[in-house]
């Protein structure tokens, strides 16, 4: 369709060449209806007309001429790139087979004899001008694909700068969420223990009323001091006396991690500090567990089957991070009642620390997504899923691994390897 439109639209120029005039004017006279027709009576006559404008669209070339002959002009024609598409027919009288291979070889569309049946010779024209307009058109579709790729190919690029742009905006927008998550956990323990020991201190405060009023007697009478110490166990004060150092140790212990999490952003900064120490594992998992008891303790029964495990170089406060989200996923995936075995052991090389749980188990579609960031199957909310691809990258510093188990409604198992040796890393990589 396409191609038909252009041939309509354009009419051919044809450039005629013999040294012949009466074949000239024959040929002419018959294609002027149909063509725009240029004549040349000599090979240079026609190279220089076949090298300006109007550029002939076929040339119909005799081959014995005087001087440059048709086996030359061609030879010229094709060697130069202004006139090299210029399809040419020749037409001679001469009539051999060789002469017409030679010609075709040199380059030659067609081969016609003199003299020919012009309406044939219009139906070869026609022809080749129809496969030359093909050959334009797919010249100027490949010219012009060459450049929509290479637009397209800039387009790609900026596109890519863009995205490598906003994939940094969202590491700094992950690394952020991760600081907020790891110190929510913390604030939100050291909160609860806050509203407790304000309650204990009422009470303390309860007793202490009391005991100034009966001071105002003088003897206190049996029944104030039966009411004082009725008092005293109502309240629990020995109780009180043995959970208030707790409370305040366990919300030392998390506001220090909140400080460990600060001074982490510090060493980000100071990238020549080194925070590695000898670190007892299990010490670590005790004070997570205590730090996490509020999650734990209504519906967790937990079970520590520590064995003999080496202390192993590490950062322990980021370890206890890995501890914390795992506890606190194996917690929320025990829905109503439910136990958490944490074991440790060692290899000769390795320590591994294991914490499963007998909780709603995880989809093996999941399992392959659950150290994607972001990654969470909880309601919005409850869940950044954040903190297995936090505690994967600490364990990853640490030239450890992570190995999950789990079948769906029987439990999970998550087991941390750690190497004993710490790989030659410093904590700010
Ligand atoms: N012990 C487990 N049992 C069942 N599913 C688990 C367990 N641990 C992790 N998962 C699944 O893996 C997902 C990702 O866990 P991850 O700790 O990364 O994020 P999260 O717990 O959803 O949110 P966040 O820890 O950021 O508050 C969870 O949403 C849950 O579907
Ligand atoms: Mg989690």
Known sequence: MELDKQSAEHQATILLVDDESINLSIFGQFLTPHYQVLVATNGERALQLAGSRPKP???????????????????????????????VIFVTALSSDLEEERGLLLGAVDYIYKPCHLSILLARIKTQLELKNARDWLKDQNAYLETE???RYLENQAVHLQLLQSEKLAAIGQLAAGIAHEINNPIGFVNSNLNTLSGYLRDIFCVL???????????????TQQNLRELKQTKQLDYLRGDIPELIAESREGLSRVRDIIQ????????????????????????????????????CTVHRQYGEIPQISCILSQLNQVF????????????????????TGCTEQEVWVEISDNGKGIAPENLSRLFEPFFTTKPVGKGTGLGL??????????????????????GSRFRVWLPIQAPNLSSSE
């Open 149 to 151: 790729v290479q637009r």
């Open 264 to 299: 982490d952003l510090k060493d980000f900064a100071h990238v020549d500090k080194n925070d590695w120490e000898l670190g007892d594992l299990h010490k670590g998992l005790d004070s997570t567990l205590n730090i996490i008891s509020n999650e734990l303790k209504y519906h």
């Open 389 to 410: 691809s936090i505690s994967q990258n600490i364990v990853r510093k640490h030239g450890g691994r992570i190995e999950v188990a789990s079948e769906l409604g029987q």
């Open 57 to 87: 669209d076929l040339i119909l070339l005799d081959v014995m001429m005087p001087g440059m002959d048709g086996y030359q002009v061609i030879g010229h024609l094709k060697a130069d790139p202004n006139t090299l598409d210029i399809p």
């Open 324 to 343: 914390m989200n795992l506890l606190i996923n194996a917690a929320h995936a025990i829905e109503t009642k439910g136990d958490i075995h944490i074991r």
């Open 209 to 223: 009323d009391a005991w100034g009023a009966a001071l105002n007697e003088n003897p206190i009478s049996i029944e």
